[in-house]
């Protein structure tokens, strides 16, 4: 028999999406699951919304009330979680018809496997698809070089929580991120799903869009903490933004190089304590690939 789902929804003030993101969950065909939404105390149309599922549906139970940010609201939702295995989906996203019962029959068939993970869309605000997350097979090492896991299609069992406790609530950014990381030190097994199960949506209000440069900061904290160093390609990043250089899309190559070398190496310095790893003309051919990485992003969108 599957093991048990259970899905946790932080939410503050996502009004127009969140009746979406909850029908994403409730309209899986999967009876036997939870979902369990921890508003922090919405002032829109939010907790409304919440009250008439609730009524309707017996499967979804929620808390609105002031919370500490996104981070305490996943805990205190995993803390109220019955399941077997557990899903988080912020309230502005949504799953894709046919992905609990793909993870639920995965982990059901494999059940050494502790993390599973799909890959997911980057969507707009009318779901139009904007361009795949960069997910990958897992790798430990690339995972801290990148974000290889889309959070919302993300999904653990219990004994995760149990053996390695809840998320980091100091972290506003990079709380899944440092998640993943901490698993993975702590021997967690993950396994790679190829198969498309969410959409995470880029809106103007999406914090990881509106604060760029504070998240590459706590990024690049997390890392120093968690790893002892922060790796070359997230220093990049950084100085990327710092720079200005996603930007300015008129800036050559060589421009951009002469932009970012130097905030680069002042981020090394502040975080590593030392010009770690790269030269600097790999650092600026890493400059002239995500140039173009960006600028790709930009035709697209």
Known sequence: ??????????????????????ESVLHQGINDLELVVMDGGSKDETVS???????????L?????????QA???????????????????????????AFSTILQFLDNYPHIDVVYGDGDHVDENERILRRHPTEPWNQHRLEESVIISQPSAFFRRRVVEQCGMLDESL?????YEYWLRLSQAGMRFAYLPRVLSGTRMHDGAKTIDR??????????????????????????????????????????????????????????????????????????????????????????
């Open 49 to 59: 919304i919440l009250h008439d599922f609730a009524r309707k549906d017996s499967r």
């Open 212 to 301: 760029r440069l504070a998240m590459h900061v706590e990024v690049n904290d997390m890392l120093k903490r968690r790893l002892g160093y922060v790796p070359d390609r997230w220093l990049l990043n950084y100085a990327f933004v710092a720079a200005g250089a996603d930007t300015h899309l008129r800036l050559s190559t060589p421009l951009r190089a002469l932009a970012v070398l130097p905030v680069a190496a002042r981020a090394s310095l502040k975080w590593n304590g030392t010009l770690r790893g790269a030269s600097f003309l790999e650092w600026a051919q890493g400059i002239g690939e995500k140039a173009s990485r960006v600028l790709e992003r930009k035709r697209a969108a």
């Open 172 to 176: 506003h950014y990079s709380l899944d």
């Open 61 to 69: 139970r929620f808390v609105s009330e002031p919370d500490r940010g």
């Open 1 to 22: 028999m599957p093991p048990r789902l259970s899905v946790v929804m932080p939410s503050y003030n996502q009004g127009p999406f969140i009746t979406r993101a909850i």
């Open 72 to 98: 305490d609201a996943v805990n205190k939702g995993l803390a109220q979680t019955t399941g077997d295995v557990i899903g988080w989906l912020n309230s502005d996203d949504l799953y894709y018809p046919g």
